[in-house]
């Protein structure tokens, strides 16, 4: 179990207790900290020998989480970012679930968007089909997400390479090596607030799982086409900051879609045709 801490001292306290209250055996934790200035490591200091932890340079999340991962000692893996939080017998469920099937390479359950006090928003969209429909989204949620250490090595790790979408792209390599195992029940609270990876650099999300769908499918999808149109008109983050549909991006979706989809240029006029209607609702309804 990684710890990465980027700046997040504010929240730290509550993601490392989360981890610490886990009613586990052999449980190997350690926190990553990029040599941030921030109070994070007078912090970690404060646990004495509770928590692992180490504060040095690197050059992005998925860079410390691959060299924590490559140190790892655990047969089973997983991540919490610093401002979010497990939830309680979270871990012991992990266990349970793999030593029940033996064949999955991943398991993983629900969670919940928080605000920055740790207020619910609501159910982070989680399938238990979600192996299946990576090629058009992502519906696992990352904090509740674990997996074997040896599936994890043979099929490449965290592409270091990468800075936010680093874990859509490997649960895609990973799929591919067996299955994913949904839990019902909730393992972790997902904290969005204005700071928060996924929200700060929606661009950067947008390109880089575009590019690891084209990559491991060969296809992107309309959705992230249109989606990516729009935050490039309107720079919302489209989840506090709810998407504002447009004719517009709309059509500029058809030949951006065909540019990335050349190999496919029928399914996606297809897709693109099918959400004609849809569109032009939405935009005389002023949504």
């Not at 979408?165 to 895609?172: G, I, R, V």
Request: proline share 4%.
């Amino acid at each position: 179990m990684l710890t990465p801490a980027f700046r997040m001292a504010r929240f730290l306290p509550e993601a490392v207790d989360s981890v610490l209250a886990q009613d586990v055996q052999c449980l190997e934790y350690t926190v990553l900290d990029g040599g941030s200035d921030d109070g994070t490591v007078e912090l970690l200091r404060s646990y004495g020998t509770r928590v692992s932890w180490r504060s040095e340079k690197d050059a992005g999340a998925a860079d410390a989480l691959r060299r924590g991962f490559a140190e790892s000692n655990g047969s089973i893996l997983g991540w919490l970012n610093a401002d979010d939080i497990l939830l309680p017998g979270a871990l012991g469920s992990v266990l349970a679930a793999f030593q029940a099937h033996p064949g999955a390479v991943a398991v993983y359950s629900g969670g919940w968007w928080v605000e920055e006090d740790g207020r619910r928003l609501k159910p982070y969209p989680v399938s238990a089909e979600a192996a299946a429909q990576l090629g058009r989204e992502c519906l696992i949620c990352q904090p509740a997400c674990f997996f074997r250490a040896d599936a994890y090595r043979a099929c490449g790790g965290i592409d270091a390479s990468l800075r936010s979408a680093f874990d859509y792209e490997l649960w895609m390599r990973l799929s591919r090596l067996g299955a994913f195992l949904h839990v019902p029940g909730e393992w972790a609270l997902s904290r969005m607030h204005a700071s928060n990876k996924s929200l700060g650099n929606r661009g950067e999300v947008f390109r880089e799982a575009m590019e690891a769908l084209d990559r491991h499918y060969d296809y992107v999808p309309f959705q992230w086409v249109y989606a990516s149109l729009l935050h490039e008109r309107d720079n919302r983050d489209q989840f506090f900051e709810e998407l504002r549909p447009s004719l517009a991006a709309y059509a500029r979706s058809l030949p951006a879609g065909l540019l990335r989809n050349r190999h496919h240029p029928l399914c996606y006029i297809k897709e693109w045709g099918s959400q004609m209607s849809w569109a032009g609702l939405r935009r005389r309804l002023g949504r």
